[in-house]
């Protein structure tokens, strides 16, 4: 005779059974393992290169920003003549004097006049190249502005004496271009005694000075023209203009 415990187990068993066929025929069959049910997450897009610059800068470049940083800071703090209220404001007349010593109109027609007026054929070739020296620096600076397209300082004064077009910006600094140009081209031509030397020396550095102290560029502007105005000096010296190579424009100037 079966125990009571046995009977139940039995019935616990038969029970159990007919859940899990249950629970397994409500589920219905498998389905197939199909593309569709096997999506995968998308992959994650590169982020564009100067966001990557700018999440993982170079060291390169954070110098580079640095440096800028320091040299607008700087430049600023010695615009000490950019206006009437600054802190050397009532040297600001002076320093207009200076700047339009080193314009470049004032040297193209002295320059001109005096290539009429001499008498002299030495004369006239230095004068020649003076003046092709003057409108290389010209056609440079500009060249150069344009290309970079850096404003001026935020303190100028846009008060300039005669401006033109690409003279809105900055980089590089055409007076202190002229400045190291001229500078080297009159000790390298022309006969002077040693105080008149370091007088055009002091001159060529006053003028770069002063764009700063006025607030017409900041010091970066200032040290890549003086670089630029020496290298232009090579130039001029290369292509040195003579009667034996340039006799069309000689002839113009002969009386």
């Known amino acids: 005779m079966p125990s009571p415990r046995s009977s139940r187990e039995r019935r616990a068993g038969g029970s159990g059974g007919r859940l899990e066929f249950l629970s397994l025929?409500?589920?219905?069959p498998a389905a197939p393992d199909s593309p569709s049910r096997r999506r995968e997450l998308p992959a994650a897009a590169p982020l564009p290169e100067e966001d990557c610059m700018k999440l993982n800068p170079s060291f390169v470049g954070i110098a580079l920003s640095s440096l800028l940083a320091i040299d607008l800071w700087a430049s600023k703090r010695l615009g000490v003549c950019a206006g009437e209220g600054s802190a050397w404001g009532s040297a600001r007349p002076l320093m207009k004097v200076?700047?339009?010593s080193g314009h470049g109109i004032p040297w193209l027609l002295g320059t001109f006049y005096?290539?009429?007026?001499s008498d002299s054929s030495a004369a006239r070739e230095v004068l020649l190249n003076l003046l092709f020296a003057l409108l290389l620096d010209l056609v440079m600076v500009a060249v150069?502005?344009?290309l970079v397209k850096r404003p001026r300082p935020t303190h100028n004064k846009m008060d300039m004496f005669v401006?033109?077009?690409?003279?809105?910006y900055s980089f590089p600094s055409g007076h202190a271009?002229?400045?190291?140009l001229v500078c080297r081209f009159v000790l390298r031509h022309l006969v002077l005694a040693v105080p008149l030397r370091v007088l055009v020396v002091l001159w060529a550095l006053i003028v770069s000075i002063s764009r700063v102290m006025l607030g017409r560029h900041n010091m970066t502007d200032v040290l890549f023209g003086l670089v630029l105005g020496y290298a232009l000096y090579s130039v001029v010296e290369h292509c040195w203009l003579s009667p034996l190579n340039a006799p069309a424009l000689f002839a113009l100037w002969d009386h």
Do not use: F, M, P
């Open 144 to 146: 150069v502005k344009g």
């Open 163 to 168: 401006t033109i077009s690409v003279d809105k």
């Open 177 to 180: 271009t002229r400045a190291a």
């Open 98 to 100: 200076i700047e339009v």
């Open 114 to 117: 005096g290539l009429c007026q």
């Open 25 to 28: 025929s409500q589920r219905g």
